[in-house]
Nanobody, 126 residues
């Protein structure tokens, strides 16, 4: 069974930082890429960043480039999202998604119907 469990969310002031974790079980990082997404109340789910752990390739959206850093750890099957210089508009539930294998393009970091976690809430106060 494939499981993704997010953690690390919380309440932080604007300008602060958080590091989110996504622990993945049931699949190998050798053949699967992982993406981070977020969904604010009343808005559609949007891509934040993605990584292919096997070759280290990373993807960012314009709003996350330069502020967020995605990384992975093979030993713990965990993908991290380091979020710096947080803004109130970053407030959302953050989810991670694993693809079902090679072939999916992550260039535009679009959500799909692959494997999802339940999310972790990030709230940034002004």
């Amino acid at each position: 069974e494939v499981q993704l469990v997010e953690s690390g969310g919380g309440l932080v002031q604007a300008g602060g930082s958080l590091r989110l974790s996504c622990v993945v079980s049931g699949i190998s990082f050798d053949n699967h890429a992982i993406g981070w997404f977020r969904q604010a109340p009343g808005k559609e789910r949007e891509g934040v960043s993605a990584i292919n752990p096997s070759d280290g390739r990373t993807y960012y959206k314009s709003f996350s480039q330069g502020r967020f850093i995605i990384s992975s750890d093979y030993a713990s099957n965990t993908v991290y999202l380091q979020m710096n210089s947080l803004k109130p508009e970053d407030t959302a539930v953050y989810y991670c998604e694993a693809d079902r294998g090679p072939g999916r393009s992550w260039h535009y970091i679009l959500p799909s119907d692959d494997y999802w976690g339940r999310g972790t809430q990030v709230t940034v106060s002004s």
